[in-house]
């Protein structure tokens, strides 16, 4: 397995949900793209930890894989705290469409 | 001879999975309905899921698979449900930025790939084979009760606060 192959496909996930941030004008769509852009990160740090792993003694290379866990633990967080703003925002102003939310334009 | 046949078995898996994960991600930013696209967000994670079994990180892979899977996504879906989505295609998903967008995500993409092409051209990931042969959990307590443990907790207080952060927020009064 080459290193560059997991990185690669990390980097095209993370543009993916780079594009669907600036792309999609549905509140939860735009969550879930950030959720495409944190696997990105994940899958990275778990190819480096497999990589590493040789090299290292076990517990230090297991350090990679418990960064991707406290990810996945604060997506979990982000998830529950945007989807609660999200119902707060439809329940204000009865749309979950980013581009209608322009009160604090001057 | 079997090392080598074992190699190209890992290679084509990974060649699977990454183009299912590929396309189902441009599905994720694409699809003109909302509860697909929450859709094709499993066979992403799904498909992570299993490049962390390939990668020997199994710990990782299943909770992957109960948090993004059994929590997140179906987070989504009430998300959805709650905010009254169009539950059919419909064209009104996508602003004006798309081409913009397009041209800012192929371009970090050019940078980035050439990068990692760069610096890591021709390296090759070799598992510890004593990390195969016991599995990876062991590993994986040893350094969370040890040399994270205090990250850990931090850890734990975020998720508290989180849950009662985001039930203040909804709460209706």
């Known amino acids: 397995m080459a290193l560059n192959n997991f990185l690669i496909l990390s980097a095209f996930l993370f543009c993916t949900g780079i594009y669907g941030v600036l792309a999609r004008k549905n509140a939860v769509l735009v969550l879930m793209s950030i959720e495409l852009m944190l696997n990105a990160v994940n899958l990275n740090l778990v190819a480096f930890s497999a990589f590493n792993s040789p090299t290292q003694s076990v517990r230090q290379a297991a350090s990679g894989q418990v960064f991707a866990l406290f990810v996945i633990t604060i997506a979990a967080a982000e998830v529950g705290v945007g989807l609660a703003i999200v119902l707060l925002i439809y329940r204000n102003s009865r749309t979950a469409d980013l581009d209608q939310l322009d009160e604090m334009k001057g | ?173």
């Not at chain 2, 179906?74 to 913009?100: H, K, Y």
Request: charged fraction near 10%; glycine fraction near 6%.
């Open chain 2, 1 to 173: 001879m079997i090392v080598l046949g074992a190699n190209v078995a890992v290679n084509v898996v990974f060649w699977i999975l990454a183009i299912a994960i590929a396309a189902a991600a441009i599905g994720v930013v694409r699809s003109p309905n909302v509860v697909h696209a929450a859709l094709f967000l499993v066979v992403v994670l799904a498909g992570i899921a299993a490049l962390y079994i390939l990668l020997a990180a199994e710990f990782v892979a299943w909770v992957q698979v109960l948090i993004y899977i059994g929590a997140i996504v179906i987070l989504f879906l009430f998300g959805i449900m709650l905010t009254r989505a169009p539950m059919r295609a419909t064209g009104d998903l996508d602003n004006s930025q798309r081409l913009a967008s397009a041209v800012v995500a192929l371009f970090l993409f050019g940078v980035i790939a050439a990068l990692m092409v760069d610096a890591y051209g021709d390296k090759e990931i070799k598992l510890n084979s004593k990390l195969v042969a016991v599995g990876n959990t062991h590993n994986i307590a040893s350094a969370i009760f040890r040399d994270y443990l205090v990250p850990f907790e931090v850890v734990s207080m975020l998720l508290l606060a989180a849950l009662v952060g985001a039930v203040v927020i909804a709460r209706r009064d």
